[in-house]
């Protein structure tokens, strides 16, 4: 007697599989609007679709994790969503859809220990991230050129916002890297000119560009308000992500 497995025709194991997954929920993708409207990639206004993480996916990750050029976020974003890459994408635009694929891989409730900023204590927080409200850019507001007036210096600047590629110069020195989303001051946009320019500019005016390239008053609104379960202090932060965001609470 042969001991060996028969084969399943090779026609179909689609028809299995498909068979096997038929219970799986239809709306699996969505399609959403970024909060920039996906203007600055289509040039108009552009749903985008997006799939929860696959255990494939997180195989890959495993995987490419190996590379130099390795960026978790944007690799992710490659792989969920459709139409865009995460090396391209503004900034609000990014958490907005690392907020959206984590939402319909592991659901809308988001657990978290959070330390109270008054007696220390942590907090067993929940957020559910549906809930968290979206403000979209204007229409007629081109990201990369945004204009602003620096008050310390009287003068007026073009401010262009950060994709994905460039979050490498926010999160280091930061101090020497502000020149690059600056494209002129007073009509100059000689970098040099306006690299030794920033060295010397009032900080009110730092904290004008800076304002104006980060976008905070657009995209996901995540601050979250709760008070302390020890001391009753009412706190205010921002969303904490952590390494466990993309895991099963």
């Not at 690059?180 to 040099?192: Q, V």
Request: charged share 25%; glycine share 4%; with cysteine.
């Amino acid at each position: 007697m042969s001991n060996e497995i028969p084969q399943t025709p090779v026609d179909s194991e689609d028809e299995q599989v498909a068979s096997i997954l038929e219970n799986l929920p239809v709306e699996t993708e969505v399609d959403v609007l970024l909060p920039s409207r996906g203007i600055p990639y289509f040039g108009k206004e552009t749903l985008v679709r997006v799939r929860p993480i696959l255990f494939e996916d997180e195989k890959h990750m495993a995987t490419a994790s190996n590379a130099r050029d390795y960026n978790p976020t944007n690799y992710l974003i490659d792989k969920c969503v459709d139409g865009v890459e995460g090396s391209n994408l503004i900034l609000i635009d990014k958490l907005f859809l690392l907020l959206k694929i984590r939402e319909l891989s592991y659901g809308k409730d988001y657990s978290v220990g959070v330390g109270c900023q008054n007696c220390g204590f942590v907090n067993n927080l929940t957020v559910a991230l549906d809930e968290l409200p979206v403000k979209h850019v204007p229409e007629d507001l081109n990201v990369f050129e945004i204009p602003v007036d620096l008050s310390g210096i009287k003068k007026p600047a073009v401010i262009s916002t950060p994709i994905g590629a460039e979050e490498q110069f926010l999160n280091n020195e930061i101090d020497q890297n502000l020149w690059r989303f600056i494209k002129s001051i007073d009509g100059n946009d000689s970098k040099t000119v306006i690299s030794k320019v920033v060295k010397q500019l009032p900080i009110i005016d730092i904290h004008t560009i800076v304002k104006a390239f980060s976008l905070e008053q657009y995209g996901v609104q995540s601050t979250v308000k709760f008070s302390c379960d020890s001391c009753n202090h009412t706190n205010v932060i921002s969303l904490p992500i952590d390494e466990n965001f993309f895991s099963v609470n």
